[in-house]
């Protein structure tokens, strides 16, 4: 599937008692080199490589392209479901020169482990029937998890302060140097309790963008006021995943550090920006799934927002609120889904979409109990007091399952 992005938001919900509705997104594709591989990389569909969302499923037909960044010395287990047991389908591994890497033949249900030996780079995988003529088998999965070197047990965060933030009330409207770093430890404190329980340990560094340094280069990103904005829409896709539109969140990530930084931890840390808030009403936080730490660009940092804009007020957010909504968002930036997908949303859904972690159990309500217009918090949905519940309340909990994921995720990140 498609790289996935995801939302924070608080929409159709009871705003004075803080909660706020959590979702999620996705689009784009991977990256390529030259030559054989950059026509196909290009627009090969991309594993996300956390094992909780398919890479494809379908009709087979003649062949599919994946693709997915492999690191030099890590390894990957592709696993394979079909309709059919005992269907053979080959893959074929190429490099980004077309160099060809590996080939292997997996009966249905199964799959193999792919180590990867040359540079780091990403690879295109052919996914086709053994036998030619058999073109009608159909995927029900096809997932990519991948084990590497780096360190799992921590990472950075490179924390922006954006612009202004009068009427905020909490630090004094962040308007000192001072000011912005008693805030900013102030949410890292909480999220670094809240990670606490999966082992991985958080650094962070804060920095401050003026509104004038960011209207230089990118004038859309600053509204009344000299308030940081945002954009972010969004809907459900065809994997009953909601995906959101993240043109405004890759703008802002034009502003992190490169991966030539000389400072190791800025040129690979997650680089998280506090906006003022999102122009869409109910948006709160952003990220992609998974993230890219290395470098800046597309992919490469999440935002939060101070300010939650609703029916269109401007309702600021404790340190606390916006504490957990980062530790969600770095949640989806490595590489968790929600516990619970409404389809084809919490409003009147039909189906409830489990996010494939064995440990995190599936919200079996579809009725709005409590007649707040959504199905979530407070009509007793299992798994409300995660983390990674849609909408946010008083959460503290990731799974040991989850904690895998994101561990899994940070080995194949250089950083």
């Keep these: 599937m498609a790289r996935i992005r995801r939302t924070l938001v608080a929409g159709a919900v009871v705003v004075a008692s803080g909660w706020a509705i959590m979702a999620c997104g996705g689009g784009g594709s991977g990256g390529g080199g030259g030559g054989f591989g950059s026509l196909f990389i290009g627009s090969a569909v991309r594993a996300d490589l956390s094992g909780q969302q398919s890479v494809i499923t379908g009709d087979l037909g003649a062949a599919k392209t994946i693709t997915f960044p492999a690191i030099k010395g890590a390894t990957y287990s592709i696993q394979l479901q079909t309709s059919k047991s005992g269907e053979d389908v080959v893959f074929d591994v190429y490099g980004e020169s077309g160099a060809h890497l590996r080939s292997k033949t997996v009966t249905s249900h199964g799959g193999f482990l792919y180590r990867h030996e040359t540079k780091t780079q990403h690879v295109l995988v ?29 990472f950075h965060v490179n924390f922006f302060v954006v612009g202004k933030f009068a009427g905020y009330g909490a630090h004094g409207d962040l308007v000192t140097q001072a000011q912005q770093g008693a805030f900013t430890d102030a949410v890292m404190a909480r999220v670094r309790q809240l990670f606490q329980q999966t082992g991985i ?37 065809g994997t009953g995943v909601q995906q959101v539109a993240v043109d405004g ?26 906006v003022h808030h999102f122009t869409n009403d109910g948006t709160v936080g952003l990220s992609p799934r998974p993230g890219l730490m290395s470098g800046n660009g597309p992919d490469t940092a999440l935002a939060v927002g101070a300010f939650l804009q609703h029916q269109g007020a401007l309702i600021p957010r ?36 489990d996010d494939g972690i064995a440990d995190t159990p599936l919200c079996t309500v579809l009725t709005d109990n409590n007649g707040d217009g959504v199905v979530g918090l407070g ?6 007091g995660n983390i990674m519940f849609y909408q946010a309340g008083a959460q503290t909990i990731f799974s040991p399952g989850q904690t895998s994921v994101m561990r899994a995720l940070l080995s194949i990140q250089e950083h």
């Design 126 to 154: 052919v996914v086709r029937p053994w036998n030619p003529f058999d073109t009608g088998i159909r995927v029900q999965s096809l997932t990519v998890t991948g084990v590497g070197p780096y360190a799992q047990d921590r």
């Design 201 to 237: 340990q958080i650094s962070y560094e804060g920095f401050h963008y003026t509104a004038d340094q960011i209207r230089a280069v990118d004038p859309g990103l600053i509204g009344p006021d000299d308030q940081a904005i945002c954009s972010a829409g969004e809907w459900v896709g």
């Design 249 to 274: 969140l890759d703008r802002y990530a034009a502003f992190g550090f490169p991966a030539s930084a000389p400072t190791v931890n800025r040129a690979n840390g997650i680089d998280v920006f506090l």
């Design 318 to 353: 404790t340190p606390d609120q916006v504490a957990l909504v980062l530790a969600h968002e770095l949640g989806h930036f490595l590489g968790l889904v929600h516990t619970t997908t409404f389809d084809p949303s919490p409003v009147n859904p039909s189906r409830a979409i």
């Design 379 to 384: 009509d007793g949905c299992e798994d409300e």
